[in-house]
Structure formats: structure tokens, C-alpha cells
């Protein structure tokens, strides 16, 4: 189905790997500690972001005198404590399967790439990717394309032959953005 394309470039969170329940339940016993709370629906726009400009948001909403980097510190430590024993391929892993290897393919991630590299090598799914570029890899985060451009480039592949696998907004302004063809995985 995707045949006309050279290169895949897939996000991880909520794309490939059913992460969002095990980020929200870390946001939760995190921001417990602080008093606070999150609006589930002004997080789910922010899908794609990384973890410390959430943080300042709902350091922010909440009215806090918090350092947004602290508190994505402490989240992404609670996300690690339980990310490894619960987390499952999402459908689209097939397409990734079918693919590998006869397409170069990357993530393109608003998470770190260490825990992107752990996860997918915890699931056994490393292997399958060319590149993975993460929040650290990059000044401007998505909506900007620089995820997806970076990726592009690191699989050899011209951004205009590239389709990117999305489920947030923000993602898939930024693949616009590389002028890469996309594909809304929440309409799948």
C-alpha cells in the first residue's frame, strides 16, 4: 500500500507503541505529589511535544512555581518504572514488519531517543529502524518539521519521498511542513 514511497517515518508514542495510558497514570502519580491536575484534552493536543514543554503547561494551568524540567525529569522517571512491563505494538506494527527491509525506515519521536531505542529493543522491534531521531536530537519540536527532516536525511531518503505515520496534530503539521505525505493513523 505504501509501495510509492522510499522511506517510512513512523512517530512511536500512540503510533507504533500503545504508550499514552502509561503516560498518563506517570503524569497522574507525578502531579499528585504537587497538588496538581491536567485537562486530558488539552494533553492530548499537545501529543508530540516534549515532555518538559507539557510540563510547563500544566505547571502553567496550574498556576506553580515549578521548573518545567524538574517535573519532566520526575515524569519521565515514573514512565520508565512502568513502560517496560506493559507496553504493546499498536496495529501499525505490521506495516512496519512488512517493510522492513525493503524500505529504510525511521521514528520520529517527541520522547527521548534512549527510551524510544529501549522500548523498541525491549519489544524486539530495534532492528527494524534505520534511524531513530528524539526530542534531544532537535532544537525545534514538532509542530516544526525538523524531527521528520532529520529522519529523512538519516535514512538517505529526499523528504517529498517520504510518508510519515502520525496520531497527533502537531505531527502531522510537521510532516507537512517537511513536505513528506502523511498518514493520520487515528483515522485507520
Not at 22 to 30: E, F, N, Y
Amino acid at each position: 500500500m505504501y509501495d510509492l514511497y522510499e522511506g517510512l517515518i513512523f512517530d512511536m508514542d500512540g503510533t507504533i507503541l500503545d504508550t499514552e495510558p502509561t503516560h498518563r497514570k506517570a503524569w497522574h502519580q507525578v502531579l499528585s505529589k504537587y497538588n496538581m491536575r491536567y485537562d486530558f484534552n488539552a494533553m492530548v493536543a499537545l501529543n508530540g511535544s516534549p515532555t518538559w514543554r507539557i510540563a510547563k503547561f500544566i505547571i502553567d494551568d496550574n498556576q506553580a512555581e515549578l521548573d518545567p524540567h524538574l517535573l519532566a525529569a520526575e515524569k519521565t522517571t515514573a514512565v520508565q518504572e512502568m513502560l517496560m512491563d506493559i507496553v504493546q505494538p499498536l496495529p501499525l506494527i505490521d506495516v512496519v514488519k512488512f517493510y522492513h527491509g525493503r524500505r529504510p525506515m525511521a521514528v520520529g519521536t517527541g520522547s527521548e531517543r534512549w527510551t524510544a531505542d529501549a522500548l523498541l529493543r525491549h519489544l524486539g522491534l530495534r532492528h527494524c529502524f534505520d534511524a531513530i531521531v528524539g526530542a534531544s536530537d532537535v532544537q525545534n519540536y514538532k509542530p516544526a518539521p525538523d524531527t521528520f527532516l532529520l529522519c529523512a536525511e538519516l535514512i538517505g531518503v529526499p523528504p517529498e519521498k517520504c510518508v510519515v505515520f502520525e496520531d497527533a496534530d502537531f505531527g502531522i503539521q510537521a510532516a507537512q511542513r517537511a513536505n513528506m505525505a502523511v498518514v493520520d493513523v487515528r483515522a485507520l
